[in-house]
């Protein structure tokens, strides 16, 4: 699953003397083996995929603090390892294919932003980033 093509990703960065890669693989390894470690058994492609989102999540915090703060050489880094954190996802849907996704499950006007995102969810668990399906939820139930 994902966790062997970290690992091979790892194995090539090392060859290559990628020190950025490295450490990010390294980063994302060790975030995989902890979250396996605390479940007990293997993790599911979901879970896997749960993982690299909280990774993902916190490198876009990482580079808004780097961008407020104007810089410019932590800028560069954190895009590139965002842009690598993002090649083990899935797809990202589009704005347009989320809304489509949720006027389908029923999403509308009138409903409640929590009931929203309880369909929202889990139907769009790894296709999406929460922020971006949430403005999407707050645009169609307005």
Not at 1 to 13: C, P
Not at 48 to 51: L, Q
């Given at each position: 699953?994902?966790?062997?093509?970290?690992?091979?990703?790892?194995?090539?960065?090392m060859k290559n003397k990628d020190v950025l890669a490295k450490g990010v693989l390294t980063?994302?390894?060790a975030a995989l083996d902890a979250a396996e470690k605390e479940k007990g058994s293997a993790l599911t492609q979901e879970e896997?995929?749960?993982?690299i989102n909280r990774e993902v999540k916190q490198t876009n915090q990482a580079l808004d603090g780097a961008k407020s703060a104007g810089r410019d050489d932590l800028i560069e880094k954190e895009e590139a390892k965002l842009t690598l954190l993002k090649s083990?996802?899935?797809k990202q849907l589009t704005e347009e294919e989320i809304a489509a996704a949720l006027t389908e499950a029923g999403v509308g006007a009138g409903m409640n932003m929590g009931d929203a995102m309880k369909i929202a969810k889990p139907l769009l668990n790894g296709k999406a980033e929460g922020a971006v399906i949430s403005k999407v939820v707050k645009s169609l139930i307005s």
């Open positions: 699953m994902l966790k062997a093509q970290v690992f091979d990703q790892l194995k090539t960065a980063l994302v390894k896997e995929i749960a993982v083990f996802l899935p």
